[in-house]
């Protein structure tokens, strides 16, 4: 998986919440979500990619007022590689 890919995915499913597109140099709560459009987002993006680093079940708030969407790309495509490789 690209970057691009990880970045494309990560705005449809914010757009799906009705969220703002955000860009890699952004900050993920830019994307104007409420909180709850947030757990769905993550939520999407777990069950694409697998399980994500610091996104634990309950705990998925903690720490994404200060997530970047740069790191949020590393954590989806680390996710999917890990996952690939288990299969």
Same mark, same amino acid.
């Given at each position: 998986?690209?970057k ?25 709560m830019?994307?104007?979500l409420?909180?709850?459009?947030v ?9 694409k ?8 079940e ?12 740069r790191?949020?790309? $590393? $954590? ?6 890990n ?5």
């Open positions: 998986m690209t691009k890919e990880a970045l494309d995915f990560i705005n449809e499913a914010i757009e799906e919440e009705k969220g703002r597109a955000v860009g890699m140099d952004d900050m993920f830019d994307c104007e409420d909180s709850l459009g757990v769905l987002t993550l939520v999407v993006l777990e069950e990619f697998g399980y994500m680093e610091g996104f634990e309950g705990k998925e708030m903690e720490g994404v007022e200060k997530l970047t969407v790191e949020l790309v $590393k $954590k989806c495509i680390l996710a999917s590689s996952t690939s490789k288990e299969q």
